[in-house]
Structure formats: structure tokens, C-alpha cells
């Protein structure tokens, strides 16, 4: 069986997150099916992130199914994020240097499992074009309208960790870039008016070494969800590019699994 590169037990109990990175190699379909037989898992919902939307999706919305071995694989979804609903669930992400988000409503019991990578954090589309801005901006607040809006709850019963992402370290945006340099200004002064300059490594928005973790949990705490319901891991994709694939590590092509399974 192949085994995942880090393990963490979420909530309690209540969410168990798998995360494969280079070793053995960069899993395939095929290989997810025996991981999910292996697991005892029937259904895994792949959501397709590629577009960064800040949209999630319900299993119902999932379009195509390939069902193998006792498991099906549901995909056919835009979305950046899935709502689990039923106990022993699965969500199967594809990233290189993105973060996943997975969001647990202790009262009502809602999981959220997310892709939130730079552009489904900041809406990149408005700040290049100027056309009309996404709502929400980004899929944290997304996440916080289905699982608070939703239940009309107090934000103290939201409980969110973040992991698999790249480092501020080897994440910057230079404002003197040769082509990216006028956009990254724009971009990181709208990160520090809306979500604090301290998203940058030491605070620094000329260099723009953009902390995911650190605005993840910035737009949560302005959302209303207490810091100290917001946890990340400490993996750095790209400063461990030896365990895991990244793009600004050097992998142009191999995708990192994360498989988020709801236990409760």
C-alpha cells in the first residue's frame, strides 16, 4: 500500500488528512482507487481548482462518476472547495504550492475541504482588469457563509487548519520584476490595506514574500473566527522540495495529494 508522506488527525478525531508528496511518485487515479479501497473509502469527490473560482461546491453538483472496485471517484465540478456531507467521505485535491483549507463547524458538524491558492485568496482578475469584483473575494469567505451564515451561528463553533502549502521564504513578489513587477505592487498593497502588511515575511512589500498561512488566518480572524480557532502545519512545499512537488521548488510538472477524509 502506498503510504502518505504526513498524517494529521483534525477536530478531535473528526477529520483525518492524508498528504502524498514525491514518494513513491505522483499519484495517479488508479493509484487513489486502492488507496481508497485500502481505507475502506466509497466515495471520493475530485473538484476541478484549476480556474482558483472561491466557489464551493455540494456532492450533488459533482457530474461524472468512475466507479471501480467498490469506489467512486466523483468529479465534473468548478470549484475551488467541497462541502463533505456524510461520514467517511473523501476529498481529493491536486496541488503543487497551494494550501488546503478544511473547515469543521463543532455545533452543526459541517466540513469544508478547500483549495486556497494565491488567486483563490485575492480576487486577481479584478485587480488586472478592474472588472467587477468576485463575491466573496476569496474562498475563506466562502467557507465562512456555508458553514456560519448558513447555520446562523456565533463564528466561536468554526475550527480551521491549513497545510500542505509553500513557505513566505521562497514565495516572493518583487515590486521590480521585470514583467510581473507593476502587478505585484498593486497586488501586494491591496494584501496590506485590506489584510495587514504583516501577510509579508518581516513586513516587507517591496520584496513580497506573501505568507498563505498568515492571510488565510487573517481573513478567517476578520470574518469573526477567533485566532485561536485557526491552526496551520509547518510544511514549506517548496523548501522541501525534495519530499514533496513545487513549482517554485522546480517541478514544472507532479501534483501533491491531499486526502481529506471525514471520520465523524
Not at 468512475?66 to 456531507?85: E, F
Not at 494550501?99 to 475541504?113: D, F, K, L, R
Not at 485557526?230 to 523548501?239: K, N, P, Q, S, V
Request: charged share 20%; with cysteine.
Amino acid at each position: 500500500m502506498i503510504k502518505p508522506t504526513v498524517t494529521y488527525e483534525l477536530f478531535g478525531g473528526q477529520v483525518e488528512v492524508l498528504i502524498y508528496g514525491k514518494s513513491p511518485h505522483d499519484l495517479t487515479e488508479r493509484d487513489l482507487i486502492g488507496i481508497a479501497r485500502n481505507l475502506g473509502l466509497k466515495h471520493v469527490y475530485q473538484p476541478q481548482t484549476h480556474t482558483f473560482n472561491a466557489k464551493i461546491c455540494s456532492p450533488f453538483e459533482f457530474t461524472k462518476e468512475n466507479k471501480v472496485g467498490g469506489v467512486t471517484i466523483h468529479s465534473g465540478c468548478l470549484a475551488d472547495g467541497v462541502k463533505i456531507v456524510s461520514q467517511g467521505d473523501a476529498v481529493w485535491l491536486r496541488t503543487a504550492d497551494c494550501p488546503t483549507i478544511i473547515a469543521y463547524h463543532s455545533m452543526e458538524g459541517g466540513v469544508v475541504v478547500a483549495h486556497a491558492g494565491r488567486a483563490s485568496l485575492i480576487d486577481e482578475s479584478h485587480l488586472r482588469t478592474d472588472q467587477v469584483k468576485r463575491q466573496p473575494e476569496s474562498i475563506v469567505q466562502a467557507i465562512y457563509q456555508e458553514l456560519i451564515d448558513l447555520f446562523r451561528s456565533t463564528s466561536v463553533y468554526l475550527d480551521v487548519y491549513s497545510c500542505g502549502g509553500i513557505g513566505p521564504k521562497y514565495f516572493c513578489h518583487p515590486i521590480d520584476h521585470p514583467e510581473y513587477g507593476s502587478f505585484n505592487q498593486k497586488m501586494n498593497h491591496h494584501i496590506a490595506l485590506h489584510y495587514s502588511v504583516d501577510c509579508f515575511l518581516d513586513g516587507k512589500l517591496s520584496n513580497g514574500a506573501l505568507d498563505l498561512h498568515r492571510l488565510i488566518k487573517n481573513q478567517f480572524q476578520f470574518c469573526g473566527i477567533p485566532g485561536d480557532n485557526i491552526h496551520h502545519d509547518f510544511i514549506d512545499t517548496a523548501g522541501q522540495n525534495d519530499s514533496f512537488f513545487s513549482r517554485r521548488g522546480g517541478d514544472k510538472t507532479g501534483h501533491n495529494t491531499i486526502l481529506v477524509i471525514r471520520r465523524a
